[in-house]
Nanobody, 112 residues
Framework: QVQLVESGGGLVQPGASLRLSCAAS????????MTWVRQPPGKGVEWVSS????????KYKDSVKGRFTISRDNAKNMVYLQMDSLNPEDTAVYYC?????WGKGTLVTVSS
């Protein structure tokens, strides 16, 4: 059974950091383009970051450049999103996505 399971979300204050994890099972992520997207409250889904199958190229939404870092460990079948200097506009449910697969998401709330 193919699954993507996100974890690592939570409630943090502005300026804090969080590290999201995405555990894939039922298939190998090796060589597969992986993506993080998010859905802010009351808004549509927006792309956040992507990483090529070998990790050689990463891309980011402009508003998170310099603050977020996507990475992957193909041996562990994991993808990560390190989020630093969080601000309230980063509040959203974050989803791991690849091919036709989606996780159930992890909620990140940034609030003082």
């Amino acid at each position: 059974q193919v699954q993507l399971v996100e974890s690592g979300g939570g409630l943090v204050q502005p300026g804090a950091s969080l590290r999201l994890s995405c555990a894939a099972s039922g298939f190998s992520i090796s060589g597969i383009h992986m993506t993080w997207v998010r859905q802010p409250p009351g808004k549509g889904v927006e792309w956040v970051s992507s990483i090529l199958g070998d990790g050689s190229i990463t891309k980011y939404k402009d508003s998170v450049k310099g603050r977020f870092t996507i990475s992957r460990d193909n041996a562990k079948n994991m993808v990560y999103l390190q989020m630093d200097s969080l601000n309230p506009e980063d509040t959203a449910v974050y989803y791991c996505h690849t091919l036709s697969y989606w996780g159930k998401g992890t909620l990140v709330t940034v609030s003082s």
